[in-house]
């Protein structure tokens, strides 16, 4: 008798080929997203978004024109014709256009809190909370360093997302469409 090999299963499939289970967490806060990265870390490949609209937008198939090749390039979008922020959370970047800026895990941390829905106005307390994860200190100054910081990245980016203050309460996320100037 041969022996016997635990990595196949008789009239079975290779285990390599299995399909790896996915866990996908849908949560509007980030400090229970990174919970629950913490939580689950190791046990199956995670994906976490922060609303359902997201994870539409994720998983969504690349919707093709009838008889359009697989292999060609799609055409380069007009300049300006998007202009959305997008954030790469694991490679920790904000991206708009052909742009791309480097983040750190502060300024992540407050862009995903300002950017989750409905974007809101975020008190200074619940920044500090969200972004340094601590319920004791609630310094105005570190929040306001982060967000000059931010601010400048965004302006060079490039992107009409801004970081507006809401006078004595706090911070909030806004598109502003830059007006286009042309002579006639």
């Known amino acids: 008798m041969g022996a016997h090999d635990d990595s196949t299963v008789p009239g079975g499939s290779d285990p390599a080929e299995e399909p790896l289970p996915l866990v996908i967490a849908v949560t509007s806060s980030p400090a229970e997203r990174i919970r629950l990265a913490e939580r689950l870390e ?13 994870l539409r937008r994720l998983i969504a198939a690349p919707r093709q024109r009838p008889g359009a090749s697989s292999t060609q ?24 256009r052909d742009r791309e800026i480097g983040l750190t895990r502060l300024e992540h941390d407050l862009l995903t809190c300002l950017t989750t829905e409905p974007v809101r ?49 706090g911070f909030r996320l806004t598109d502003h469409q830059r007006p286009k100037v042309s002579s006639t």
């Open 42 to 54: 190791g046990v199956a490949p995670l994906l976490l978004v922060a609303d359902l609209d997201e």
């Open 121 to 169: 106005v975020w008190s200074y307390a619940e920044l500090h909370r969200s972004v340094w994860r601590d319920e004791g200190l609630h310094r105005r100054a570190d929040v306001q360093s982060l967000v000059k910081r931010l601010r400048h990245k965004l302006s060079e980016l490039g992107t009409d997302v801004a970081i507006d203050a809401v006078r004595g309460v």
């Open 73 to 96: 390039a799609p055409a380069p979008a007009p300049e300006g014709a998007d202009n959305t922020l997008l954030i790469d959370s694991a490679r920790s970047t904000a991206r708009c």
